[in-house]
């Protein structure tokens, strides 16, 4: 048992290395069926490489026996073929086959001819017809069997007119040739069909399989993406909390302080109006936190509503221009404002609102982080779409904080204690997108920042 165990792993080795040297991985991409045609093609070589030295010997002396010297030369030569396509190094796998299939054909031809109907030239071009559909294509196949057919009518009148050697002709009755050549051609043809079919089952199969995997691929990357960002997610709001709990606490404890300050009898009138303006100003930061967590949440579980209305842009931005002016000069910050359009063409249909609460953000961050001496505001109007800019010449954004700095509660530093949420660009993208519209920027360390959007026309 051992033995025959010992034998199998033997030969089993042996047409690993025959098909790993008929076989090269570099032919082949994705299609796996003529990965399977291949090694079935090396499997055939490898049992008919040793077996052609064991069917050549005793039908060379045959024939030089029976006289059949031409016979025994083709033999030869067939058997030479064989193992030429068995031991050569350099024969790329197609030539080894059409090279095998040509022999097949041609030995089919001289057994037919010189042992006649009775000998084995018939089954040797049905297996040549048979290994054309298999180790080939269906193609191949056919035009193998219109050979074979041909060959048939071919050999059959020259059966008739006796052209052919006395051996052929022996048996020669027409209407047994007739029946056998029919039997022939169809028996062919059932064969080279169900290969074919078989083989495009296969083919079907491996296709829809590959096309499954991919899928399963898509869906595994899209599950993996999806995990990463609902880490990220999870990452994010425990930052944000850490930065609320900060955010709230703050402007509380100068609500509370200072208001308990306030209480003390005495107190003077330059520190009491001191009092109130940092209790103001606590007041508003909270305020503006909680107007950024509701527009958030707002935007986010798409209560919020679009109103389009008639709006003048040159108008809006006038507005934006007085309520930035007295914090801009506080912070020596010129605002320059590019209008394009005269007052009476800057009219279009869209959400005055969102668009003015974008853009307030935008210019709200320009001063706030940017340190830049000029921030340039403007619009420019296109045949379908307005495209709106902030553009400033301060600290820049970090390269790799430009794609994600649109998403909730990211900051560029978020160890810094004065700055705000991390909400105010993920409400601009919300209300943007809520308007069809698309919003970029376009950053450089210590040359700037321009933040454009735009805005369909309808
Ligand atoms: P916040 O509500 O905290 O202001 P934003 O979402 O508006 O948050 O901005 C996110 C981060 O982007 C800010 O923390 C800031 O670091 C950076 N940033 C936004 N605008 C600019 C700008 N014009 N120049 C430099 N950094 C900016």
Redesign the pocket.
Known sequence: MDKITNMLQAFNAFRKNIRSKIVRQEDFKEETIKIWQANFFADILVFLGPLSVVLFIPSFIMCIHDGLNILAIFDSIAFVVVQYIFFSKTLSLKTRKTILLVDLYLIGVALLYFLGWSGPGLVYLLGFSAFSTLILSSRTGYIALSMNALMFVIFATLSHFQLVEDKMLSGFIPAAIITVGLNFIILNLVLVISISSLIKGLQTKIKTEQEVQQKLEIEMEGHKQAMIRAEESDRLKTIFMANMSHEIRTPMNGILGFAQLLREPHVEEEKRELFLKIIDESGHRMLNLIN?IIDISQIESGQVQVVIKEVNVNDLFDSLLSAFTPEARREEIHLSLRKTLPHSHAIIRTDGEKIYAILV?LIK??I???KSDVIELGYEKFDNLIKFFVK?S????PMEKQLA?FDRF????YSSTK????????ICKGHVELLEGEIWLESQIKKG?TFYFTIPLK
Request: hydrophobic share 35%.
């Open positions: 950024d953000n961050n320009a706030k982080y940017s400033d301060g600290i820049g954004i700095i990211v900051k560029v530093d700055e705000g949420t991390g909400l105010g660009l993920a920042t």
